[in-house]
T-cell receptor, first 116, second 115 residues
């Protein structure tokens, strides 16, 4: 199957700073990428959908000014958590899919963010 | 509304026992996909199966089997002769063609296999 990577795998940052998480499709062109957030012992919640070259679409309740998503190329999407606070500490997972079939999505290994 | 319900929050069984994880879904679409993922302690999601709404055939893969019943909107997952390595959180998920195939996850079932 296709491979999706995330970088970094874990990050610790101080409250008030911004942190960027990268999601890359290594062996296919990802026209769409999805970002999920998972709090401890909870499920994955979809945050936003990004299509290459367009603005991301955010799910209800997700602050678009806080979670900046950029999908500038067919192999890279980035999620920037701006002015991070301890409550943003979570496991962030991306998934990617190519042009077809649309149901074929590949998940990255996740990034664990801790805000102190 | 699109929804996935995993009523079992946590299950513990002794090794070698069979265990079934329940999944009930809601959708108004006729074209949809159902998934099961395993999430071990490392956190990385492991894809187990995808089923489309037009294929109700049950599937068996080694010790794993899946029972898809549209009449009851269920997609249950059975592990036969469980092993300690099966301990993980298992997520059932749904995507709909009319919703851009976004994958929506159930709350997960935490499975403990006791030696």
């Amino acid at each position: 199957g296709a491979v999706v990577s995330q970088h970094p795998s874990w990050v610790i940052c101080k409250s008030g700073t911004s942190v960027k998480i990268e999601c890359r499709s290594l062996d296919f062109q990802a026209t769409t990428m999805f970002w999920y957030r998972q709090f401890p012992k909870q499920s994955l919640m979809l945050m936003a959908t990004s299509n290459e070259g367009s603005k991301a679409t955010y799910e209800q309740g997700v602050e678009k000014d806080k979670f900046l998503i950029n999908h500038a190329s067919l192999t890279l999407s980035t999620l920037t958590v701006t002015s991070a606070h301890p409550e943003d500490s979570s496991f962030y997972i991306c998934s990617a899919r190519g042009l077809a079939p649309a149901y074929e999505q590949y998940f990255g290994p996740g990034t664990r963010l801790t805000v102190t | 509304a699109q929804k996935v319900t995993q009523a079992q929050t946590e299950i513990s069984v002794v090794e070698k026992e069979d265990v079934t994880l329940d999944c009930v879904y809601e959708t108004r679409d006729t074209t949809y996909y159902l998934f099961w993922y395993k999430q071990p302690p490392s956190g990385e999601l492991v894809f187990l199966i995808r089923r489309n709404s037009f294929d109700e055939q049950n599937e068996i893969s080694g010790r794993y089997s899946w029972n898809f019943q549209k009449s009851t909107s269920s997609f249950n997952f059975t592990i036969t002769a469980s092993q300690v390595v099966d301990s993980a959180v298992y997520f059932c998920a749904l995507s709909e063609a009319n919703r851009d195939d976004k994958i929506i996850f159930g709350k997960g079932t935490r499975l403990h296999i006791l030696p």
